[in-house]
């Protein structure tokens, strides 16, 4: 009894950390599950006692439910790609990606809604996550767009829907791909090599939908003055130094996903000390361990919540009839 309320309790504060972190949709996949799972059992004429027990022993205790293949793979390889991107941006990687985007397309027609699809898909390379590609280039982007004419909505929506795409991005993509590589039983080099095409699709869609737009509207692009110079940009090519070295090292497949990600990081604090714009200081660093810290409660919750999902289909016999 003690251990089915510890696990009980346990539940119910891992349900409060989705609530606060990740949102209300997958509480109520989970939910409904759980009630199918107890409706199924009962069902079956076992006494509730022996039904809460066995369904808080497979969801808490056993490595079908919390402690699932989802929370292995968060533990092993999440974790340490989500510092590397905190790390990286702390470089001042995220400032060139748009000033290289601006003078890829800044000039074009509605450029700077243009300029927000290549910088979200550049930056979408190292964050791996929706929201803070939205939070990191959103925040410059946006006010670019408004300022040359497009509709503040307009200018929101290109953003969101350009940043959602880093989750497809490669290198660093969302949980869902360190998932697909466990589960398919592949490397992650080759999850990341076939993601190529559909990012590349999904972003020129975007791209293609705000030129239509910008044509509609006729918006014209930026000034060569609000431009970066191009020998400045080719003198901070450095910054992609720890990108460049993630890609060799996962493709060549010498390291594992790990000890990449972690030579990638110690590049990445190396190149923000030499960095003089934005050096990485002593607070930066302790910064990007706090984003580190924080980006993994999101996506451990999300990865806890999909195996108490999993654990309810395999406890019920869920998955053998849906198959």
């Not at 000034?223 to 110079?229: A, D, G, H, L, N």
Request: proline content about 4%; overall charge positive.
């Amino acid at each position: 009894p003690t251990l089915t309320v510890i696990g009980i309790i346990g539940i119910l504060s891992l349900v409060e950390l989705c609530r606060r972190c990740v949102g209300i949709p997958i509480l109520c996949v989970a939910g409904a599950l759980l009630v199918y799972t107890f409706w199924s059992m009962l069902s079956k004429g076992m006494d509730l006692e022996r039904v809460l027990g066995r369904v808080i022993y497979t969801l808490f205790y056993g490595t079908g439910g919390v402690i699932g293949t989802p929370i292995n793979v968060c533990a092993k390889f999440i974790v340490v790609f989500i510092v590397f991107g905190a790390f990286l941006e702390r470089t001042g990687i995220a400032k060139f990606f748009i000033d290289l985007a601006n003078k890829v397309a800044g000039a074009s027609s509605g450029g700077p809604a243009k300029v927000a699809v290549i910088s979200s898909a550049l930056c979408g390379m190292v964050s791996g996550s929706s929201v803070g590609n939205t939070v990191t280039t959103g925040s410059v982007t946006i006010p670019m767009m408004k300022k040359t004419g497009y509709k503040p909505e307009f200018a929101g929506a290109v953003e969101a829907a350009a940043s959602t795409g880093g989750q497809i991005m490669p290198p660093i993509m969302g949980a869902a791909a360190f998932l697909m590589a466990e589960y398919v039983g592949v490397t992650y080099g080759e999850i990341a090599l076939k993601a190529i095409l559909p990012a590349f699709l999904y972003f020129a869609g975007i791209f293609i939908a705000v030129h239509l737009e910008a044509k509609k509207l006729g918006l014209k692009g930026l000034s060569r003055s609000e431009m970066v110079p191009g020998k400045e940009l080719a003198v901070k090519s450095y910054l992609l130094i720890p990108i460049v070295l993630l890609v060799v090292l996962v493709s060549l497949n010498v390291y594992t996903m790990q000890k990449a990600a972690a030579l990638s990081i110690i590049a990445a604090i190396v190149v923000g000390v030499i960095n003089k714009d934005s050096r990485l200081t002593p607070e930066k660093f302790l910064e990007a361990l706090e984003a580190g810290g924080k980006g993994t409660i999101t996506v451990a919750v999300a990865c806890a919540m999909a195996g108490i999902i999993a654990g309810c289909i395999t406890v019920t016999g869920l998955a053998s009839k849906l198959i």
